[in-house]
Structure formats: C-alpha cells, structure tokens
C-alpha cells in the first residue's frame, strides 16, 4: 500500500514562494510518475504538474508554468513542488499522486493517477 505525506504549506504574502515536499513509502518510487494536484474553494480538484518516473520530462498546467517547479528524489523517495511568485488565486490544498502504471511516459492526465496524500494547505495573502 503506497502512502503519500506532504509538507511544506503555510500562509504566504502574494509573490512570495514555499516548495512543497512528498515523501513516498510502500513502492519502488522510482518506477512511477507523480503529479501534484490541487483544489481551491469551491473548485475541482485538478492536476497541475507532473514529472516523469526518471525526472526528464515535467508537464504543467498553463496557470502555473513559469512560476512552479516540479522535481523529484528518487534516492529520497521524494517528489517536490517549488512555488513561485504565488498569487492569491493559487490559494489550495495541495495534494501529491502517484501514478499507476511502471514506466508511463508522458502528457498525463488526472487518471494516470491513483495514490494521494492527505493535502498540504497553501494560503496566499493579497
């Protein structure tokens, strides 16, 4: 059974940065894609960034391509979700995924994705 903690939330003044972490446990970490996800007031849960099971490619939602950074450990079991220039509207919980199939290459879709973690809130202050 994968499980899934994030860390790193908080309040943040808008501009301001956090870098998010996931640490993995229950599966080899290195053969899977992750994904960061997240859901806003009133909104659908949706997919963000992801990255490849190597960490050579990484994909982005066009909201946060430029200002988030998604990477990954794999000697850490660990998937990371740089923020940057956060804006009030990136106000969220925060949720990492693993995927579900060894070795799927990317784009990647929200159904790629089974495993989550409990959430990470972010509050960004205007």
Sequence with gaps: QVQ????????????G??????????????????GWFRQGPGKERELIA?????????????????RFTISRDNA?????????????EDTAVYYCA????IYKPGPYLSADFGSWGQGTQVTVSS
Excluded at 4 to 15: D, H, K, P, R
Excluded at 50 to 56: E, H, M, R, Y
Excluded at 98 to 101: K, L, N, P, V
């Design 17 to 34: 940065s956090l870098k998010l972490s996931c640490a993995v446990s229950g599966r080899p970490f290195s053969l899977y894609a992750m």
């Design 98 to 101: 693993a995927g579900t199939q």
């Design 76 to 88: 850490k079991n660990t998937v990371y979700l740089r923020t940057n220039s956060l804006r009030p």
């Design 50 to 66: 992801a990255i490849n099971w190597s960490g050579t490619n990484t994909y982005y939602t066009n909201s946060v391509k430029g």
């Design 4 to 15: 899934l903690v994030e860390s790193g939330g908080g309040l943040v003044q808008a501009g």
